[in-house]
């Protein structure tokens, strides 16, 4: 090969082009391509990715590393960070990855006929497949704890599975009673439709520029499975779907502008260093939750926006702030993960992560998974699985290989709380402002104790630091107890 | 760095995509881009273009080009054109290369205040110093005959100055005095509008679709400067702008379209080759012009579109195919060569040419070139530059260091008669079914003679094969003078 950028900063300059441009290319699949492109974008994200990962366990890259560890300074704080980076994909040889790929290519169009006819069997082997794989993936880290340890490192760097367990159940404890004593109460009345999908747009881009979204940095669009991705922090892609029937629309606006904002918050000093962007699933994902339910599901909010909405849909003629606010906040067990609300969302999650441990660890066969997915999910939220459709295939993550995914979205759920907390207390007029429709106090509160950070905090710091303490499912159970407790009339 | 791509496929398939995922990044830049990600599109393009570079220099490839050209088939015939594109990237120094990218980068803006302010002094250092580099990217390929030839190579590989001296002196002794004849003849009334944007949209998308356009495969974008982008050949993207006044915004997405569908029609057993796209920005042109002119300007075409656009545009109420067409060929000297018509946009082009042919030689000197331009206008179109941003500030190219592209646009008005005299040769019916709104025998005449090859025949091979001899200018003078005779009733 010719001459390979020689400072380390051209190093993670090229690194964060080449991730930006798969970022663009993963964009472009989901939303503006025209269907025949799909192969076309799989070969060159292909490349995009063994590139990048040729790059990163690139020797040299080492030496600049461990170069700038010794000359210490704001360098030797980014080259710990992508030490861990690079170590991971030194140590993960090139043929496991390989054999992940085509396993997942595999799995994918097995895992969608599998779920069209409710048919586990026919994932089953690939799934058996992917668990093998992940094991092996975890063995290449024969220092960790426990195996699963190693599989979340690459979406929550810090997280243990002992951790886990002791929040999850802790979360699990104070969920289900909750939950039950809702499910006693009579439920609200839900919203009255329709919301034409026009005037949602408009509703949800008024609410995304109060949020901090600006046309000269962002753009949204549609997608089947909405999400967010910045290209660069100076340009922000969201997306969303639109159902007529309620304002899922807007709130899912908001989630992804939670998320645009944490990378559009990065200090621009960690640009092109592969820093510049958010350090786990698990607080991007308290980002988007904390916009979408703290903010997007709360009195405050819909005082400010609940005249605006009045003018947009008829339909909500004569209702107010108060019954929006009822409504948008119904709890009901649902089979559907994607589908839950605020309150029942976790339990889903902590399904999941015990499956997922159980796989890993070996005291679960895949056979046995739906009968152990339908077991708990009748001791969790109390409704009995029809089929594995509605079970253990609903989700796409397993055929994706992505086992050490689903407890970051948990983890979502407390961190937000947290945040939500600490917000709060350092800022008495929150909920003024947020009634009079200024989303900047929050803002400015979350860039300078989360986004600025980028990927320079890991996640148990910056938690630490932003919230007070360690991670705790006290707050989240705090603010679902005062909530739903207010909005059912449950005993305190 | 850690292991390439082992064979030649592998190779040239890492460096398709990356000059796919290039292509994707530019087409984003013009058409959804938020303003805000310009610098950061700008690294992306400029890191995956070092890297293809890096790439394609590498004497692992050439060694992998070597062993493909001893072993024959069509391997072989794929590693010849490589090889060319190898030795090129290894024959110019990374250091000239990264020069030439600094100059731009200064000469741009520079240019944009120059052109502004019709101050051609503001531009003088950076034109002198983008000539400098070009002799200097011209040296690094001593065996040419004429140092232009080098430059010639990167935009039309096999042309020489001295063939295209002696073509467009033919070209040049034909259309002086028909565009004098012209001139003397009263002009036809100009098509009445408006043409509302929406309407000529839908026209614009029907004509599109007969053409070719297929929404799995392609799309239609707005776009500043119109232009055409394949990803893939299963993924061709096309740009217009549209201007109420006049149906430019049609022709505009017909000669894009006539760009694409050279791209759609490259053989599949080129994809992820380099070279599954067209061989030529001279062939390029005559694709995108023989659509726009040959049958855009043509009365069949509008025999059969002219009741479809007197139904979306009520202005043209009574107006007849032969209106349509003629008000569509109007011949008017300017200043402009981006608005010139199809009897004088070669006259722009051989002025362009010679200027630049002298330039580089160091016969003409930079200073000289304002007065050098305004004498050849005079000379060739009979019209007067009233200042430097109508005349030698007008373009973007030599603000790009493009030298050498300019005859290309010539060569594609050339090669476009060429081809149409010979489809039409073969395709005894070819009026006829333009005539009935089917393009598909002239588009299948097409990709027979032409896009099928890819960049697998040189272009003097294709234009031999296609139309039966070598580069001529006759029959693109005998269908001017057929064509402006009828409309003009000129003396034959």
């Known amino acids: 090969m010719a001459s390979s950028p020689e400072t380390l900063h051209d190093r993670l300059g090229e690194l964060s082009d080449l991730g930006a441009a798969g970022a663009l290319v993963g964009w472009d699949r989901e939303t503006v391509m025209p269907p025949g492109g799909a192969e076309g974008h799989g070969e ?24 700038a560890t010794q000359a210490g300074g704001q360098d030797a704080a980014i080259a710990r960070v992508v030490r861990r980076d690079h170590d ?3 140590r993960i040889p090139a ?11 595999a799995a994918l169009p097995a895992w969608m006929e599998a779920r069209r006819d409710a048919d586990f069997a026919r994932f089953r082997p690939h799934l058996e497949r992917q668990v093998e794989l992940a094991r092996a993936v975890a063995a290449c880290f024969p220092e960790a704890a426990h195996p699963y340890d190693a599989l979340l490192e690459d979406y ?24 039950e004593a809702i499910a006693a109460r009579p439920a609200p ?34 997608a089947v499975h909405p999400f967010a991705s910045s290209i660069t922090p100076s340009d922000v892609r969201v997306t969303s779907r639109w159902d007529e029937q309620d304002l899922s629309g807007l709130l899912a606006v908001m989630h992804e502008v939670g ?85 029942t969302y976790s339990l889903h999650v902590i399904l999941r992560f015990e499956l997922e441990v159980a796989l890993v660890e070996g005291t679960l066969a895949v056979a046995d998974l739906p009968a152990a997915w339908n077991d708990r999910m009748r001791e969790l ?34 961190v937000a709380a947290q ?16 009634a009079a429709g200024d989303c900047a106090p929050l803002l400015g509160w979350l860039r300078e104790h989360v986004h600025r950070h980028g990927r320079l905090l890991d996640p148990p710091d910056l938690v630490e630091r932003a919230a007070g303490g360690p991670l705790d499912p006290a707050p989240l159970l705090a603010y679902l107890e005062d909530k739903y407790g207010a909005l059912y009339g449950l005993p305190r």
Request: charged residues 20%; glycine residues 8%; negative net charge.
């Open 44 to 67: 060159i994200l292909a490349t995009l990715e063994r590139l990048a990962h040729e790059r990163l366990a690139d020797p040299g890259l080492g030496r600049l590393l461990e170069a």
């Open 88 to 90: 991971r994909a030194t």
């Open 95 to 105: 043929e496991l990855t390989a054999e992940i790929a085509r396993t997942t290519a």
């Open 156 to 179: 929550e760097p810090g997280a243990t599975t002992a951790q886990l367990r002791t929040v999850f159940a802790q979360l699990e404890a104070g969920l289900v009673p909750l939950v």
């Open 189 to 222: 009345a839900p919203l009255p439709g329709p919301f034409p999908e026009a005037a949602q747009r408009v509703l949800a881009l008024e609410v995304a520029a109060a949020m901090g979204f600006d046309a000269e940095h962002w753009r949204m669009d549609d």
């Open 259 to 343: 998320h645009g904002l944490y990378e559009a918050g990065v200090d621009p000093a960690l640009a092109r260093t592969t820093l510049g962007s958010g350090v786990s699933m698990g607080i991007h994902e308290s980002q988007s939750r904390l916009w979408e339910n703290q903010v997007g599901r709360s009195l405050p909010f819909w005082r400010h926006w609940h005249p605006r909405a009045r003018e947009l849909f008829p339909s909500l003629a004569g209702l107010s702030a108060e019954d929006l606010h009822r409504a948008l906040n119904v709890v009901h067990p649902t089979l559907i993960r994607v589908e839950a609300d605020e309150a």
């Open 381 to 414: 939220l109390g409704i009995e699985v029809p089929d594995d459709a509605h079970g253990c295939l609903q989700d796409v993550h397993w055929a994706h290989g992505s086992i050490g995914y689903f407890p970051t979205y948990a983890l979502g759920n407390v």
């Open 419 to 434: 945040l939500w907390e600490a917000a709060r207390r350092d800022l008495p007029g929150l909920d003024d402002a947020l």
